[in-house]
């Protein structure tokens, strides 16, 4: 048994996270932990790269539960401790690419999406499933202004949702996920741009109809809902033909994106 801190307290894995081969696609070095927990966009807590990391320290994550409803034959809601007992954390090594044209290889720590999803009896009615993340504004100074429409939305269709590669992240670098990263519980979708994998879950909604997202709410013509990352298809205010490896220095040059991130 491993024990890793979560927040506040800690909670315990029921195996130590492994290296699963099927998710370790990437051919680049690991981006350093230092700065996947330093340059970050969480405008929950700030809008600028090191906001997350200086404003979330004291950011409580325990107790946390997160619940699933709508489309479902069964409402649940179950706690972060009960979330990571039910399903062994084990190490997958993704590349994230933000919308913004820059990367990093993260090896992060989870598990597949829809085995959470198997805890509730989806009725045929369910399309789409919708992300809700926490809303504080009392911890989280960044949602105390209108810079999106709090609190945070992110949606998938269904079949995407069920997708094995599409993940709960629980921790990264063998450790418990970092309050700036998204602590207690997040999602990563690795074909997709950034934004798509919503931080800090508390909601998971099935619904009929494909869900508006905060950023689609916010800019619908710069932010689609697929949002999948194409190198062809450039953002309206810059090329996404390219991107920047975070720590490799501003002189470095830039990479090709691949289509779906590589993991098409």
């Not at 062994?88 to 999406?113: A, H, N, Q, T």
């Not at 970092?178 to 074909?191: D, K, S, T």
């Not at 697929?226 to 991107?243: D, G, I």
Request: glycine fraction near 6%; proline fraction near 6%.
């Amino acid at each position: 048994i491993k024990s890793i801190g979560l927040g506040v307290g800690s909670i315990s894995l029921n195996s130590i996270p492994f290296l699963n081969n099927a998710y370790s696609q990437n051919k680049t070095k690991l981006t350093s932990y230092e700065d996947i927990t330093t340059y970050n966009n969480y405008y929950e807590f700030g809008t600028s790269k090191s906001d997350p990391y200086r404003n979330s320290q004291e950011f409580i994550t325990k107790p946390w539960s997160v619940t699933i409803e709508g489309e479902v034959e069964n409402r649940v809601t179950i706690s972060a401790e009960e979330i990571i007992s039910l399903f062994p954390s084990e190490e997958r090594i993704y590349k994230l690419r933000c919308v913004e044209g820059w990367s990093m290889v993260i090896p992060w720590m989870g598990f597949s999406l829809s085995k959470l999803l198997s805890k509730v009896s989806i009725k045929n009615t369910a399309k789409f499933v919708e992300f809700e993340s926490v809303y504080d504004p009392e911890q989280m100074n960044g949602q105390r202004y209108p810079v999106l429409n709090w609190p945070y939305r992110e949606g998938l269709r269904i079949d995407e949702a069920m997708h094995p590669i599409t993940t709960v992240v629980t921790g990264l670098y063998g450790k418990a996920l970092p309050n700036q990263n998204g602590a207690p519980l997040r999602i990563f979708v690795p074909w997709k741009y950034g934004f798509k994998s919503a931080k800090a879950i508390v909601k998971i909604k099935l619904v009929e109809n494909m869900p508006t997202s905060s950023w689609m709410r916010s800019s619908p013509r710069e932010y689609g809902f697929y949002s999948n990352v194409n190198p062809n298809v450039s953002h309206p205010r810059w090329s996404q033909a390219t991107e920047r490896v975070i720590g490799e220095g501003i002189l470095a040059p830039r990479i090709e994106t691949e289509m779906f991130n590589g993991y098409g």
